[in-house]
């Protein structure tokens, strides 16, 4: 079956850097889409980036210029750069898989920014 497992969260000051993992098994890989949604308590979760199968990437306006997403394919695994954290990117961090007629979520990584 499809899993995911997000990792690399943790505490960062503001202005601060992290780099979240997605590991992902049980499905053509190379052939998903890939991205990264994130939620806050109380708030829907909100889309942050994505990757298609064939590179293109799409960004929320709130994270233009300091998020890169990127995959490997060989590794299985995508990738989302943080940069120039702000308290605002506090939030836990899920990645997402779509497939032809699935869509499936990891179990989440905490980020907290705060000094």
């Known amino acids: 079956q499809v899993q995911l497992v997000e990792s690399g969260g943790g505490l960062v000051q503001p202005g601060g850097s992290l780099r979240l993992s997605c590991a992902a098994s049980g499905f053509i890989f190379s052939t998903a889409a890939m991205g990264w949604y994130r939620q806050v308590p109380g708030k829907q979760r909100e889309f942050v980036a994505s990757?298609?199968?064939?590179?293109?990437?799409t960004y929320a306006d709130s994270v233009k210029g300091r998020f890169t997403i990127s995959r490997d394919n060989a590794k299985n695994t995508v990738y989302l750069q943080m940069a120039s954290l702000k308290l605002v990117d506090t939030a836990v961090y899920y990645c997402n898989a779509v497939g032809p007629s699935w869509n499936s979520w990891g179990q989440g990584t905490q980020v907290t920014v705060s000094s």
């Open positions: 990757i298609r199968s064939g590179g293109s990437t």
